[in-house]
């Protein structure tokens, strides 16, 4: 059933474009345009410093999350040695023995390239059920990468992030789409 | 949707040496994370420098956020109350003539206490705290437990002093930057506190599980004489938490030992204070030891005889 519309509605300005009224003579600005990403990313790795204070691994590896989603959104926006430096970003906040965002984030780059060979198409769905493989993965490697590096057998806690992590994906690409489209807004005078 | 065909680079020989160095830079990138894995597992303390100088730069947000989270706790908290006003009237009514009553016992007992002490010429040492600060983050996406701390070196915030909140243990900083640290919770699989049962001194240890709650280990094994809702407390030894500082409450009884949750929550906790490790010498021996032996959980709470 389609939706119905309400013509009598006034018109609510909720697309970024409609902020910026000139388009002539105007293209995306160079800095907004290639650096969003990663400082979403960035911003992202971040939210360690959040205001909960968590007894248990509950949060989702978000900053992992943005990264996915700017790699599937935009395939060759990140180049594919971005998990060196952004994974290295994330170590410091995350709690992670340094090192592992490294090597699984730089995994995670190498594994959707290939994944993207392989893979002509691309659909919603199949967008989301490699991601859930990707962070399946990523969440289970960490906690046995911590679990080695505290000297402890892997505690299985991950199962609530895990589910929840996998729920928020779809959400995380709708928020990257409109970063996404924030960063193109025509900005700068040519 | 087809997939975009911008990584095809066509005849241009620049564009394919520039896809060929991307790759060789991932894949070295991948390697070189492996080393520098390998590194931090075995010298936990090796990155602590550079987590420090990231943890002063992201400071301001996070003290930002401890304050929204004590805000919003107490709007929450009002809300509930009212809800609940007639009920908890009531109850706390009936706690406060009970409370009162053990008070003026308790007043006797001090008395009494102060009194045996000066008899036997115990002179009870004062514990300073150090330094109080908030909780300005936590590793929440990580299975490891760390929280940082809004003091530092500069506050003479020094590793291996342990943190408590007003209600019981949090854990124990482990590394200093000048204006934050890092603490261990109680929650966290490698932090061991040896603890004793507040009623009648039942030794035990206290493990983290690493999902909010921690393990109780009893340090006599054969009939477990634990019951849900023991409360347990530091008991001093090996020298690292002051005794006395209740640590957890037990809510499963196991058959060698139970499963318990935190005296004090430190997603509850508004202020925590760091105080002086209780024997630092102790402290500096243990550390050294686990460094050396490697991380051995009978090191800090069986070993040394509680």
């Known amino acids: 059933m389609p939706l119905t519309r309400f013509p009598d509605l006034p018109h609510i300005p909720v697309r970024p474009e409609d902020i910026v009224p000139q ?23 971040l939210a360690a410093f959040s205001p909960v204070i968590a007894s248990a691994p509950v949060v989702p590896p ?21 998990g060196l430096p952004l994974g290295a970003f994330d170590d410091l906040y995350s709690g992670q023995p340094f090192g592992s965002g490294i090597v699984l984030w730089s995994a995670a780059m190498l594994v959707m390239d290939s994944i993207d060979n392989r893979l002509l198409w691309r659909s919603f769905v199949q967008d989301w059920a490699v991601a859930g493989l990707l962070m399946t993965a990523y969440l289970v490697l960490a906690a046995a990468l911590a679990g080695l590096a505290a000297g402890y057998p892997l505690p299985m806690v991950i199962g609530p992030q895990l589910l929840v992590t996998l729920a928020l994906y779809p959400l995380v690409t709708r928020l990257m789409a409109l970063l996404d489209r924030i960063r193109l807004l025509p900005l700068s005078t040519v | 949707m087809a997939r975009p065909a911008d990584r095809r680079p066509g005849f241009s020989r620049r ?73 908890q009237n009531a109850a706390l009514s009936r706690e406060v003539a009970a409370a009162r009553a053990n008070a003026l016992t308790m007043q006797a007992l001090e008395s009494e206490n102060r009194r045996l002490k000066a008899l036997l010429g115990i002179v009870d040492p004062v514990v300073k705290p150090i330094a109080a600060a908030r909780l300005i983050g ?8 760390y929280a940082v701390l809004s003091a530092g070196s500069a506050q003479g915030v020094r590793a291996g002093q342990p943190v408590r909140s007003a209600a019981g243990l949090i854990g124990r900083v482990i590394e200093t930057g000048p204006g934050t640290a890092r603490v261990l919770l109680v929650t966290d699989p ?107 959980p009978d090191a800090s709470g069986g070993g040394n005889g509680i």
């Not at chain 2, 936590?138 to 437990?145: D, F, G, I, L, Y």
Request: hydrophobic content about 50%; aromatic content about 8%.
């Open chain 1, 23 to 45: 388009r002539i003579n105007r293209a995306p600005s160079p800095w907004l345009a290639s650096g969003l990403p990663w400082i979403s990313i960035m911003l992202a790795s």
């Open chain 1, 62 to 82: 978000l900053a992992f999350m943005v990264f996915l989603a700017w790699r599937m959104l935009r395939p060759s926006l990140l180049p594919i040695w971005a």
């Open chain 2, 15 to 87: 564009a394919q040496y520039g896809i060929f160095t991307g790759y060789v830079i991932a894949v070295a990138g991948f390697v070189a994370g492996a080393g520098l894995l390998i590194v931090s597992i075995l010298n936990p303390a090796a990155f602590s420098s550079v987590r420090g100088a990231a943890s002063e730069l992201a400071r301001p947000a996070g003290e930002a956020g401890a304050e929204t989270r004590a805000a919003g706790q107490g709007v929450i908290a009002a809300i509930g109350a009212y809800f609940q006003a007639g009920q």
């Open chain 2, 138 to 145: 936590s590793t929440a996406a990580s299975a490891r437990r």
């Open chain 2, 190 to 296: 490698e932090n061991v506190v040896p603890v004793r049962r507040a009623r009648d001194g039942l030794p035990a240890f206290i493990e983290g599980k690493s999902d909010g709650r921690i393990a109780i280990r009893l340090i006599n094994m054969g009939v477990n004489p634990l019951k849900p809702g023991d409360v347990f407390v530091t008991s001093g030894s090996g020298g690292l938490y002051p005794p006395g500082i209740p640590v957890a409450v037990v809510t499963q009884v196991l058959h060698d030992g139970g499963v318990g949750h935190l005296a004090s929550d430190p997603a509850d906790a508004d202020f925590v204070v760091v105080l002086p490790a209780f024997q630092p010498a102790a402290a500096a021996a243990l550390g050294a030891s686990q460094q050396a032996a490697g991380p051995a």
